[in-house]
């Protein structure tokens, strides 16, 4: 399974806010990592937090570790790969919280709107 990361000083962060995203293989029990790359929502206008989830389902993955997720973020993934929302803990912790079945799959957003930029 391909699990991304939405990664900031090495905690789980939000889509739009996070300053990288991580993309791990998890096999047997374990994590390995495959790409660190630069999140896109760092660059975007609008939609962050959507241009951050499109890169990593273009990526291929199976499942994302969030801090939070709006609504329109949340229908974006639904029915295409896993959320697991967690708080902004450790890289390392979240994924052996997932692997281990201590974080259940996500079904709600955390908030209603985007965050923190409405004009």
């Known amino acids: 399974m391909k699990i991304a990361v939405a990664v900031s000083d090495n905690k789980v962060g939000g889509p739009g806010e996070s300053q990288y995203v991580y993309i791990y293989d998890v096999k047997d029990g374990n994590a390995d990592l495959l790409e660190k790359y630069e999140n896109p929502a760092m660059h975007a206008y609008r939609a962050k937090g959507l241009q951050m989830l499109a890169s990593a389902i273009s990526r291929g993955v199976d499942a994302i570790i969030l801090s ?50 409405h004009q």
């Open 68 to 117: 939070e997720l709006g609504r329109p973020g949340y229908s974006y993934l639904k029915d295409r790969i896993k959320v697991y929302i967690t708080p902004e803990v450790e890289v390392e912790r979240a994924i052996k919280d997932v692997i281990n079945g201590r974080i259940p799959v996500a079904t709600a957003p955390t908030h209603e709107h985007g965050m923190h930029e």
